[in-house]
């Protein structure tokens, strides 16, 4: 196999401003500097011409682009717009109503900037060959899935709703132009903004080409920031089914058995405790190397609170359900996964009640962007006259879907002196770790 070319869909927008760097191809012109494109007669605007794509090919090694307004963190707490560079190719499509800005670059180079942009690259170098191995994994795993998903109408569907149940799950599966995004919802792709550390570079090279595999499929190798102590299944955030090689582990280094967190009474113990584990860390130079400057807004990940008023409680659910549930009577976990997430929720208000799921659609219901995760438990203020609850008060654990490797657990294995061997294989058990290019 030789090493793939990715294309990465950046920013969609009617209008794109974007500075060549070097010297670019494209309409068989040799073209430099600052450039402009909108979204025109159902084309792309460029030089008074309309084209209905147009790519931008590097004519120089080390060439680069900028791309102006970049936003970063849609929808989560720390959302934002930056100005960020990159290399390779430029290619600009026209996607229902707008332009999207697709960059192609070969893998290893993608690589680089992915684990430079998903943590600090100061990390410990095993862990940083071990973020190498699962985001090239993940990966070469979405795009077999894409290219097996363009030949047949599997009949895809990521909701079930019903009078008393809306059950939602995302995926990637929406990428239809590209291979990836460059945001949260795929990895963080920052192009060489932040692909600076020569450490980073070391750790792709040392690992190129390697991947995790089990029974000659490439594991779809997900990732979150900290499990909370137990790691979660796929069905409990996705599609009902589940790999081997994703189960529910106990992060620690002493085989400790998993507590039985889909039981309500067990999973209140724990959540309501801190355990030692792996990413029960306070340690904040480790945390400094795995977390962002805009990831260090967040604290407090390992075990959490977030109170609401019952008006604070009942606006976000309105708001964000687009409906009126009058007030919130009570928040009641129906389903929890192998790490004590909440897959299925039942909200009851005195206008409507309804059970919601998964895990990422009960996050976006219960906050302003997103609860660290849904693994909670919920207590209640005092009554009022006609029985309604003055406020709620969540308790949870951890930060992300949870399922997959925990990255604060693997960096303070890093730093504890595992190999990146025996981190990957802390998370993923059964899989091994084959050279594919």
């Not at 895990?359 to 609860?371: G, V, Y």
């Not at 997959?404 to 993923?428: D, K, S, T, W």
Request: with cysteine; net charge negative.
């Amino acid at each position: 196999m030789k090493e793939p070319e990715i294309s990465v869909g950046i920013v969609n927008a009617q209008e794109i401003h974007f500075t060549l760097n070097a010297r670019f191809l494209a309409k068989g012109e040799t073209v430099s500097g600052d450039q402009a494109v909108s979204f025109d007669e159902g084309g792309i605007r460029w030089n008074e011409n309309i084209y209905r794509e147009l790519t931008f090919t590097p004519l120089e090694d080390n060439a680069s682009f900028s791309l102006y307004d970049v936003t970063i963190g849609i929808n989560f707490h720390w959302e934002r717009q930056e100005t960020q560079i990159f290399s390779g190719t430029l290619k600009l499509v026209v996607d229902e109503g707008k332009i999207t800005a697709i960059n192609i670059l070969p893998a290893e180079d993608y690589l680089i900037s992915v684990i430079s942009s998903e943590m600090s690259a100061t990390s410990s170098l095993e862990f940083l060959k071990a973020h190498a191995v699962i985001s090239r994994s993940w990966l070469l795993a979405q795009i077999e899935k894409r290219k097996a998903m363009s030949k047949h109408d599997t009949g895809f569907f990521s909701f079930i709703k019903t009078d008393t149940e809306y059950i939602r799950w995302y995926d990637r599966e929406d990428h239809t132009i590209f291979d990836v995004c460059a945001d949260d919802h795929c990895q963080r792709y920052q192009g060489i903004t932040m692909a600076s550390n020569r450490a980073v570079a070391d750790a792709v090279k040392a690992t190129r080409g390697q991947v995790l595999m089990y029974n000659n499929s490439i594991c779809d190798a997900r990732f979150s920031k900290c499990c909370g102590g137990v790691t979660e299944l796929f069905s409990t955030c996705w599609e009902n089914k589940d790999y081997p090689y994703l189960s529910s582990i106990r992060d620690s280094n002493d085989n400790k058995q998993v507590p039985d967190l889909t039981n309500e009474e067990e999973a209140g113990k724990w959540i309501r405790t801190s355990p030692e584990s792996f990413c029960n860390t306070n340690d904040k130079a480790v945390i400094s190397q795995i977390l962002n400057n805009y990831d260090q807004e967040t604290t407090d990940f390992y075990r959490w609170k977030v109170h609401y008023t019952q008006d604070e409680l009942a606006g976000l659910i309105r708001s964000n359900t687009k409906n009126d549930y009058g007030h919130i009577l009570d928040l009641i976990p129906v389903e929890r996964g192998k790490s004590g997430r909440i897959s299925k929720l039942k909200i009851i208000g005195t206008e409507k009640e309804m059970v919601i799921g998964k895990e990422l659609e009960i996050r976006r219901t219960l906050s302003d962007t997103h609860l660290f995760s849904s693994a909670f438990v919920v207590d209640k203020g005092p009554l009022d006259p006609d029985g309604i609850p003055e406020w709620f008060e969540l308790t949870g654990a951890g930060w992300g879907h949870g399922v997959g490797l925990c990255q604060i657990g693997a960096a303070v294995m890093g730093e504890q002196g595992y190999n990146y061997n025996e981190i990957l294989l802390h998370y993923y058990e059964g899989a091994d770790i084959r050279k594919l290019y």
